[in-house]
């Protein structure tokens, strides 16, 4: 959830080379953060490292599959998403969620014959997780367009957890509107209920809308997902793990859906500078609109939207990132790591 700013809206190839892996320094437990590889020759760890350049030759025999209007189309507002980065980086990560897609129905195949059973095809299910303004949607966006191109998943569903967050009037009744976006201020229950039928194979599935315009949920109208291929499911906090009870015991969380997993990553100084930017590019843009929650920030002069933009990262998405998201980070199965230019630099995968 992205508050005080509005998003946009809106091949075959080869397998994959042999990656090498790296070693860690430290503990394999970790808290929020895997840990960062080194050079030492005695350690071991559960991720494999690629660096940028590593990682774009996986990208050498496959086809760009994109043009500058696909890439108009896709990304969001403030990302610096270039056709070199789609074919470096967006493309390889493609062609090896589409070998997971295709592991995971070879899996349920060989269980069906264990078992004497004869169960459908469920959809594979993928979260991507990450800050407010760090680009997860449209790196979800990108990846729905490039997996729908590869044939064995023609079928691809995108969904926002934004369409979970509780009404505005309900927020307001449980004193919520200053944490829009923390874990609270979803309903968690009907987000769980929603991702485990699309899950169990439920021929349709009905999720609510959310407008970035009124910034609020659309109380008539509803995105419906039918039994797709692969199913993304986008949000700040889908990497959380299960609530505990009073009792001591917990339950399930959404993740416990999740086929594939991915965290968008950047040091949270960037974060916070791609959000004021963003802020000011919305201040011309959507906030123009008489219609737009936000039309009040469209008269602020610069200093002004930069002191406002300042303080909504201050006292919320800030807090929200140290304190929800980014403990979330050592659950996904790859982190994509940027730099201050939006560039990714980096990939750090669970191994398998």
């Not at 840990?35 to 050498?60: K, M, Q």
């Not at 990450?130 to 979800?140: H, R």
């Not at 219609?291 to 930069?306: I, M, P, V």
């Amino acid at each position: 959830m992205d508050n005080g700013l509005v998003t946009r809206s809106d091949a075959p190839g080869t397998g994959l080379p042999q990656a090498t892996p790296v070693t860690a320094a430290g503990p394999v437990t970790w808290a929020g953060s895997p840990p960062e590889p080194d050079s030492g020759e005695n350690h071991y760890s559960p991720f494999v490292e690629l660096e940028r350049d590593t990682w774009a030759r996986l990208a050498n025999e496959m086809e760009q599959p994109f043009d500058q209007d696909d890439l108009d189309r896709l990304r969001g507002i403030g990302e610096h998403l270039s056709l070199r980065e789609v074919a470096e980086v967006y493309l390889p990560l493609s062609r090896l969620l589409s070998i997971n897609v295709d592991a995971a129905a070879h899996l349920r195949r060989a269980s069906n014959e264990f078992l004497g059973e004869s169960t459908r095809r469920t959809p594979f299910v993928i979260g991507v997780a990450g800050s407010v303004a760090v680009g997860k949607s449209t790196t979800a966006r990108v990846l729905q367009e490039m997996l729908r191109r590869w044939p064995n998943t023609p079928r691809v569903e995108l969904i926002t957890t934004d369409g979970f967050l509780y009404p505005n009037a309900e927020l307001e009744r449980r004193g919520l509107m200053q944490r829009k976006g923390f874990p609270e201020s979803y309903d968690r229950r009907r987000l769980m209920r929603f991702v485990a039928d699309v899950k169990s194979g439920a021929p349709e599935v009905r999720a609510p809308m959310y407008s970035h315009l009124t910034y609020d949920i659309l109380p008539h109208e509803e995105v419906v997902v039918h039994r797709p291929d692969v199913l993304i499911v986008e949000g700040l906090n889908v990497l959380a793990p299960p609530r505990v009870r009073a009792d001591g015991t917990a339950g399930l969380s959404v993740s416990d859906f999740f086929d594939y997993s991915i965290y968008v990553d950047a040091k949270t100084a960037a974060i916070k500078q791609w959000y004021t930017e963003r802020f000011m590019r919305l201040r011309s843009g959507a906030f123009a609109d008489p219609k737009s929650y936000f039309h009040r920030y469209s008269t602020l002069t610069d200093a002004e939207a930069t002191a406002t933009s300042e303080d909504i990262w201050d006292r919320i998405n800030g807090p929200n990132l140290i304190q929800n998201v980014l403990p979330t980070r050592g659950r996904a199965k790859l982190v994509m790591t940027k730099d201050a230019g939006h560039t990714v630099t980096r990939m750090l995968l669970r191994k398998v």
